[in-house]
């Protein structure tokens, strides 16, 4: 990974500035490459901040890169309840059914918010609709927007 690469990665830090969203912009010129880097500074991070946005950047590509859907099952299991729930998030928006089983999986040592996350993932990718997710009573007035 070039300097320049590595410089704008350590600008992710989850507080939404505006250097973080012109570091995320410029990284997006990667394209599919990105879930990639961004599953490496997961694995770096030892901040909640830095790993929720690893997983927030990487929500728009979980449907076609695999390294995006398997950071969101690495993430499954964080410290962090907000870092879980972006994890939960990713999940749902790929729509793929073999994350399946790991999410059942996380159910077994998990709060009852993240656990209400989980179920809200399952829901969505059983049904094959995302916005499951944030719609949890099926309501069809909310939809889950990706950045």
């Known amino acids: 990974m070039n300097n320049e690469i590595s410089t704008l990665l350590n600008k992710l830090d989850g507080s939404g500035s505006d250097s973080e ?3 995320v912009d410029e990284l997006r010129q990667l394209g599919n490459q990105l879930p990639a880097l961004l599953y490496q500074k997961y694995k770096q ?3 909640w901040g830095q790993r929720a946005s690893c997983l927030y950047h990487s929500t728009r590509y979980a449907r076609d890169v695999e390294d995006a ?3 969101g099952v690495l993430a499954l299991n964080d410290k962090s309840k907000a870092v879980r729930y972006r994890a939960c998030m990713l999940l749902a928006y790929s729509l793929n059914l073999e994350v399946l089983p790991a999410l059942e999986q996380a159910k077994i040592s ?3 918010e993240t656990l209400k996350d989980i179920n809200a993932a399952i829901d969505a990718i059983k049904h094959q609709n ?3 997710f944030v719609d949890r ?3 069809g007035k909310i939809s889950l927007n990706v950045n």
């Open 130 to 132: 995302s916005n499951y």
């Open 45 to 47: 991070s030892k901040k």
């Open 69 to 71: 859907v398997m950071l």
């Open 137 to 139: 009573s099926h309501s």
């Open 110 to 112: 998990t709060d009852s």
């Open 21 to 23: 969203y012109k570091a």
